[in-house]
C-alpha cells in the first residue's frame, strides 16, 4: 500500500493506545529547559546531553520530521532512523550525528523499526507502518502494514491484515506498532494499537500462531497485554533467549519464551515504556509519560529514559527520578526537573555506549544524544 499523502501543518492531537486526547502542544520551536552539556542519570550510567546531535548542519525545511519514532544501528555502524514525514521516513546517520542519506515516502504512519537478515543472510529491516497518521489538520487512518525492505528502502516482503491469514476475524482491529526477529529467523508482530496480541511468523514469512491479546484469560491473566507497544528478543542468557513485550498502559514489560508462554512481568511504575533495546548487559527504553502521583493520571511532556540490569533492575532513569527501591519493589518514577524529554520513544546505544533518543510530539525535532559521563 503506497501513499502520497502530503505532510502540513500539525496541531497535534494525541493517540495513547487506542484513546484520543486533548492536544499535548504545539509543533512551535521547541524551548529547552536544559543547555547542552548539563549531566542527567544515576550510578554508572550518567550521561551528558548534547541537543544539536540530530540537527548539525541539517536544514528542516529540506529534511523535515514529525516524529522521530524508532533507531537502528546497522553492521555498518549507521544509525537508521525511522519517523512519520513522507517527504523521508528514513534518516541514516553516522554516530557523530552527521546526515549520510534519506528515503522512503510510503509510510505516513512509520512507527516501528528493527534489523532482521534476508534468507540470503544479507541485513534488511523490519519497517511497521501503524496505519494511524495526522496529515490536513486531522486525525487519518489506513491499513497498517509490516513490510521487509533492504538497507536501501527495496520492499522484499509485505505481511497483510491478520484476517488474511487466519489470525484474526474480519473486522478485529489491527494498528501494529513493532517487529523482532527470532534467533531463526522467526519474525514477531506486536498489535499494539490494535488487538494486542503478538504475532508469530516463520522465516518465510507464514504465519505460525499468536499470543497475548488484551482480553485476561483463565489459566495465565498475567499473560494479557494492554498497549503492547514494543517487541524485543533478549539473548543476554544464550541458553535462554526470550521475548519481552511491552506493555505499556500497565508500565511494565512481560517475558514470554519464543513460543509464546508466559514467564514473568518486569514492572516500571509510573513510567509508559516503549519498546525494551537490548545492548551488552543491559536494557534500555523510552518513557513517553509519567504520572501524576497524586491523580493517577498520565501527564503530558513527561518523558524520560530508563536503564534496567539483567535481574530486571532499574539502575538509572536519566531525565527521570532516581529509580529507588523499598522492600524489593520499585517505587513509582516520574520525569525529575530537568524536563530534557518530551515525550521519549526510542533509545539506540551507539558503539561507545552514548544513547541517541528518538521522540514522539516534540516540535518536530531531531533526536538527541546522551554522552556516556
Given at each position: 500500500m503506497k501513499t502520497n499523502s502530503p505532510g502540513g501543518a500539525v496541531s497535534r492531537r494525541i493517540f495513547l493506545g487506542g484513546m484520543t486526547t486533548a492536544a499535548l502542544g504545539s509543533f512551535a520551536p521547541r524551548a529547552w529547559s536544559l543547555d547542552t552539556g548539563h549531566v542527567i542519570g544515576h550510578g554508572e550510567h550518567r550521561y551528558q546531553v548534547d541537543l544539536d546531535w540530530g540537527r548539525r548542519h541539517l536544514d528542516s525545511g529540506k529534511v523535515p520530521v514529525f516524529n522521530c519514532h524508532e533507531m537502528v544501528r546497522d553492521s555498518q555502524g549507521r544509525l537508521i532512523m525511522l519517523g512519520d514525514h513522507v517527504s523521508n521516513n528514513v534518516?541514516?546517520?553516522?554516530?557523530?550525528?552527521?546526515?549520510?542519506d534519506t528515503w522512503g515516502s510510503e509510510y505516513p504512519g512509520g512507527h516501528g523499526l528493527s534489523l532482521g537478515?534476508?534468507?540470503?543472510?544479507?541485513?534488511?529491516?523490519?519497517?511497521?507502518?501503524?496505519?494511524?497518521?495526522?496529515?490536513?489538520?486531522?486525525?487519518?487512518?489506513?491499513?497498517?502494514?509490516?513490510t521487509q525492505t533492504d538497507l536501501t528502502g527495496r520492499v522484499?516482503?509485505?505481511?497483510?491484515?491478520?484476517?488474511?491469514?487466519?489470525?484474526?476475524?474480519?473486522?478485529?482491529?489491527?494498528?501494529?506498532t513493532e517487529t523482532t526477529v527470532g534467533p531463526d529467523g522467526s519474525?514477531?508482530?506486536?498489535?499494539?494499537?490494535?488487538?494486542?496480541?503478538?504475532?508469530?511468523?516463520?522465516?518465510?514469512?507464514?504465519?505460525?500462531?499468536?499470543?497475548?491479546?488484551?482480553?485476561?484469560?483463565?489459566?495465565?491473566?498475567?499473560?494479557?497485554?494492554?498497549?503492547?507497544?514494543?517487541?524485543?528478543?533478549?539473548?543476554?542468557?544464550?541458553?535462554?533467549?526470550?521475548?519481552?513485550?511491552?506493555?505499556?498502559s500497565e508500565n511494565c514489560f512481560k517475558r514470554f519464551t519464543l513460543d509464546g508462554k508466559y514467564l514473568g512481568t518486569i514492572p516500571v511504575p509510573g513510567a509508559y515504556v516503549c519498546r525494551a533495546v537490548i545492548s551488552g548487559e543491559f536494557l534500555y527504553a523510552g518513557v513517553c509519560w509519567s504520572k501524576d502521583q497524586t491523580t493517577g493520571k498520565t501527564v503530558p511532556k513527561t518523558g524520560f529514559t530508563v536503564v534496567l540490569d539483567r535481574n530486571d533492575r532499574v539502575v538509572s532513569a536519566p531525565g527521570g527520578t532516581a529509580p529507588m527501591y523499598v522492600d524489593g519493589a520499585l517505587q513509582p518514577l516520574t520525569q525529575d526537573n530537568d524536563r530534557v524529554i518530551h515525550h521519549g520513544h526510542d533509545v539506540?546505544?551507539?558503539?561507545?555506549g552514548n544513547l541517541i533518543v528518538c521522540q514522539w510530539n516534540a516540535d518536530k525535532t531531531y533526536p538527541v544524544r546522551f554522552v556516556k559521563v
Open positions: 534518516l541514516i546517520y553516522d554516530e557523530e550525528g552527521n546526515l549520510l537478515k534476508t534468507a540470503k543472510g544479507e541485513e534488511c529491516l523490519w519497517i511497521v507502518d501503524c496505519g494511524w497518521y495526522w496529515r490536513n489538520e486531522k486525525w487519518n487512518r489506513q491499513q497498517g502494514r509490516v522484499l516482503l509485505d505481511i497483510g491484515h491478520p484476517s488474511t491469514y487466519g489470525a484474526y476475524e474480519p473486522g478485529m482491529n489491527y494498528m501494529p519474525v514477531y508482530i506486536a498489535d499494539g494499537y490494535g488487538s494486542n496480541f503478538i504475532l508469530r511468523f516463520d522465516a518465510k514469512g507464514r504465519y505460525v500462531g499468536k499470543f497475548g491479546g488484551a482480553k485476561p484469560t483463565d489459566d495465565v491473566p498475567e499473560a494479557a497485554l494492554k498497549n503492547a507497544h514494543g517487541i524485543a528478543l533478549d539473548e543476554r542468557d544464550p541458553t535462554r533467549p526470550t521475548l519481552v513485550v511491552t506493555s505499556r539506540c546505544p551507539d558503539s561507545k
